[in-house]
């Protein structure tokens, strides 16, 4: 079960937005692209209609409203209006519906 803080920030990409960290993500045939996971760093193929993904404010490189803390704070719109999503492979799922407090 995934907490209600990652449920919120948690969320199918806008189709518009292919990029990670301000990097145009590789496409491939069949619109299969690879990226690297927001959680793990580690690099997967994922479809990206398909693919869970993480909202990321790039200059802090955390979630909008969540400071280095892990305390929250009012997201400023500025922060909202420059965050992308960024992909989040299938095991770092697995992990956080299993994490419980």
């Known amino acids: 079960m995934t907490t209600p803080l990652a449920a919120a920030h948690i969320h199918?990409?806008?189709?518009?937005?292919?990029?990670?960290?301000?990097?145009?993500?590789?496409?491939?045939?069949?619109?299969?692209?690879?990226?690297?996971?927001?959680?793990?760093?580690?690099?997967?193929?994922?479809?990206?209609a398909e693919v869970e993904?993480?909202?990321?404010?790039?200059?802090?490189?955390?979630?909008?409203?969540?400071?280095?803390?892990?305390s929250l704070r009012p997201a400023t719109p500025e922060a909202v209006a420059r965050s992308v999503d960024l992909p989040v492979c299938p095991d770092c799922i697995e992990k956080a519906k299993r994490f419980t407090f």
Not at 24 to 39: N, Q
């Open 12 to 48: 199918h990409p806008d189709p518009g937005r292919g990029f990670y960290g301000g990097v145009p993500i590789e496409s491939y045939a069949g619109g299969v692209e690879t990226g690297r996971c927001y959680g793990c760093k580690r690099e997967f193929d994922f479809d990206p």
């Open 53 to 70: 993904t993480f909202l990321v404010d790039p200059e802090t490189g955390l979630p909008p409203g969540l400071t280095v803390l892990a």
